[in-house]
């Protein structure tokens, strides 16, 4: 029974903090030192009216988000991207993400990781290379990236309680929150954003410091891309 309620307790706090993977939420705000801040709890979830457990896939997004999953057997050598989804009714949700634009989220969320890479990135001069990342987001968020298969998802219930809330009476609102497993052959992709590398190059002006650059980009990229 303590094992089912702390996973009651983890769901809840990470459905309450997720946001779309495509759209990185900004770090919120902390609390004032004198407001109480009440964990969401969990209603209900997908697994509650059949007694089902919570699958593993769900309680490795949680434990380590996208690339816990990956590191599940049917996942092996897969690229994994969860989507989010969440509304007022349960119906109403689970068909906003059976709705959802699946390749142009994952497109937009594919580009986020394209900046975060190659701001970290160690290539030298950068101010010779802003044109040609403009250029690599900019193609890599416009493209379709097809074949991603669709996996399972999970949704659950949450109750959310007022900011500094002394008991639990004091409910704020509730939601319900879906997540959604999406996934690629790791190898395809990387190929896909490989090409996408060396489409953006060509209308940048090229100079040997610009195509050293360049190239020393593309192979950092290459080379660490598809880990965390």
Known sequence: MKKIFSVLLVLAAVFAIASCVSEPAPAPEGPKPSETVLTPDVLEHKGTALGANVPAWTMAYIEGGAQGVEKLPEYKGKYVIVLDSEGQSKQGTIAAMDNMDAPVQIARYLSTRVQQKFAGAQVGDRNQLEEYFENVVKTVSEARFSGFATGPDWWVYLQYYKPGAKSKSEVDRRIYRVIKVYSLDAKILQHRLNKSLH????????????QRAMTAAQTAFSAGFLTP
């Open 199 to 210: 489409d953006a190059a060509a209308p940048v002006a090229k100079t040997p410091e610009t």
